[in-house]
């Protein structure tokens, strides 16, 4: 006989959805790797847009909402498993939500480990939020797995707000990407980075921008497929049905949300509701 949690899969809803959270849109660059590896799963998208950006704020403050909406979502959608896809609200909350919800929790952390792995120069620049890159948690990854190794780290906020313009069809300035670039470079040993992680999931929406800003001979990493891999593994075996088309759910209305249409398409979110 199963245990408890294997009997609830048994019985799951085949339509229960896959919830994947983020502050914005970068929680897309997640999506996109999830599709591929489950495309008939049902998902949510839900952006916490009335929050973003989540990178000035204090723990408590990121704790506190993150855990609000999820149990919110939780109670409301009942999803089978539930995917913080926030790098910042990860290394802040991922504890604390598994504590309050009974439900499968995947986080999202910097890939400092595969970064580590892919350097020959042995020189790692980190992008990430304010609030990303000065958790102990980015330490202790960088203590277990990049031993040895440079790790060198970069707030760059400018790419948030970089990359939700982007989505919704709006010009950029280039210079936010040198400066990105410019911030790790600038650094001692900046010069002989070959490995860049994108600590944010904003960022590898940009992939094309920063790629042009670094040069070709920097590579860059990211969890989006660790993530897609890990969901995978925890709902093998269920079964997946679509009983309406997968959506965007936002937490505050917001007259530029119908500029997000588009791009939120492409991704398969046909609609978008609000919490």
């Not at 973003?52 to 999803?79: D, H, I, N, Q, T």
């Not at 313009?165 to 040993?189: C, E, H, T």
């Not at 917001?254 to 588009?262: E, I, K, R, T, Y």
């Given at each position: 006989?199963?245990?408890p949690?294997?009997?609830?899969w048994?019985?799951?809803?085949?339509?229960?959805?896959?919830?994947?959270?983020d502050?914005?849109?970068?929680?897309l660059?997640v999506?996109?790797?999830?599709?591929?590896?489950?495309?008939d799963a049902?998902?949510?998208?839900a952006?916490?847009?009335?929050?973003?950006?989540?990178?000035?704020k204090?723990?408590?403050?990121?704790?506190?909402?993150?855990?609000?909406?999820?149990?919110?979502m939780s109670?409301r959608?009942?999803p089978?498993?539930i995917?913080i896809?926030?790098n910042?609200?990860s290394t802040?909350?991922?504890g604390m939500?598994?504590?309050?919800?009974?439900?499968?929790?995947?986080g999202t952390?910097?890939?400092?480990?595969?970064?580590a792995e892919a350097t020959?120069?042995?020189?790692?620049?980190?992008?990430?939020?304010?609030?990303?890159i000065?958790?102990?948690?980015?330490?202790?990854?960088?203590?277990?797995?990049?031993?040895?190794?440079?790790l060198?780290?970069f707030?760059?906020?400018?790419?948030?707000?970089?990359?939700e313009a982007?989505l919704?069809?709006?010009?950029?300035?280039?210079a936010?990407?040198?400066?990105?670039a410019s911030?790790?470079?600038d650094?001692p040993?900046?010069?002989e980075i070959?490995?860049?992680?994108?600590?944010?999931?904003?960022?590898?929406?940009?992939?094309?921008?920063?790629?042009?800003a670094f040069?070709?001979?920097?590579?860059?990493?990211?969890?989006?497929?660790g993530?897609a891999?890990?969901?995978?593994a925890?709902?093998?075996?269920?079964t997946?049905a679509?009983?309406a088309p997968?959506f965007?759910?936002?937490?505050?209305a917001d007259?530029g949300?119908?500029?997000?249409?588009?791009a939120l398409?492409?991704y398969g979110?046909?609609?978008?509701?609000q919490?």
């Amino acid at each position: 006989m199963g245990t408890p949690r294997q009997m609830d899969w048994l019985e799951m809803d085949a339509s229960a959805p896959i919830l994947l959270f983020d502050s914005g849109v970068g929680g897309l660059s997640v999506l996109r790797a999830v599709r591929a590896a489950l495309p008939d799963a049902p998902v949510i998208y839900a952006s916490d847009n009335g929050g973003l950006p989540y990178g000035p704020k204090s723990e408590a403050e990121v704790a506190a909402r993150v855990c609000g909406l999820l149990g919110r979502m939780s109670e409301r959608f009942r999803p089978r498993l539930i995917s913080i896809a926030c790098n910042t609200a990860s290394t802040i909350a991922l504890g604390m939500v598994r504590d309050v919800l009974a439900v499968p929790i995947v986080g999202t952390v910097p890939a400092i480990k595969p970064a580590a792995e892919a350097t020959r120069t042995g020189t790692i620049g980190l992008l990430g939020t304010a609030a990303t890159i000065r958790q102990g948690y980015v330490d202790r990854l960088e203590a277990e797995f990049a031993g040895g190794k440079r790790l060198l780290r970069f707030a760059a906020p400018e790419l948030v707000g970089a990359a939700e313009a982007k989505l919704r069809g709006q010009p950029v300035d280039p210079a936010i990407f040198a400066r990105a670039a410019s911030g790790l470079r600038d650094q001692p040993g900046g010069t002989e980075i070959d490995t860049v992680v994108l600590a944010c999931t904003h960022f590898p929406l940009l992939a094309d921008e920063l790629s042009a800003a670094f040069g070709p001979d920097v590579r860059f990493v990211d969890g989006a497929a660790g993530i897609a891999r890990r969901i995978a593994a925890l709902t093998q075996g269920q079964t997946f049905a679509r009983s309406a088309p997968d959506f965007a759910l936002f937490t505050r209305a917001d007259d530029g949300l119908a500029l997000l249409q588009p791009a939120l398409a492409s991704y398969g979110l046909t609609r978008m509701e609000q919490l």
